[in-house]
């Protein structure tokens, strides 16, 4: 098997899309507004992430009568990697973008992130690699114990 992509289920597909496209600056490679699929290029693939209308998945699998969920913790983050996690906070903060969190290193990760929602309240993640100087003790670890 091989992962062809990440596909995100939407109620407000139009609004979705322009986050994505507009706000977040991602490459759109098929769709439009009013569409019913659309997809972005986030780096491995031109359908590397893609919107799809909820109510259209749900008969298909067999749970059209189920509510969507809210209010839980999430199961899946979308990771972006980015050149400067400071630089792209500040970019999207004047293009409107709210944040759960500001930029900061995450040194038992190796990465600086920082946190955001989509309109649909999926979880972001930005990132860039910390040099690893920055590393905690244990990533330092870990990383010699699985990549020698």
Known sequence: M???GIRLLVKDF????????????LTL??????????????GFGPDSLSI????????VVGNAGLPL??????????????DNVDETYKR?????VEFINEPADMTGW??????????????????APLPKEKWDKDLLEDNEKYEG
């Open 14 to 25: 139009d609004g979705v899309l322009r986050f994505y496209s507009e706000k977040l600056g």
């Open 92 to 96: 999207l903060k004047e293009k409107g």
């Open 29 to 42: 490679t098929w769709g439009e507004i009013g569409g019913q699929y659309a997809s972005f290029d986030v």
């Open 69 to 82: 969920p809210e209010n839980t913790r999430e199961k899946v983050a979308i990771i972006l990697n980015v």
């Open 2 to 4: 091989k992962l062809n």
């Open 110 to 127: 190796g990465m600086r992130t920082v946190h955001l929602r989509d309109p649909e309240g999926n979880l972001i993640e930005l990132y």
């Open 52 to 59: 799809f209308p909820s109510n259209l998945m749900a008969p």
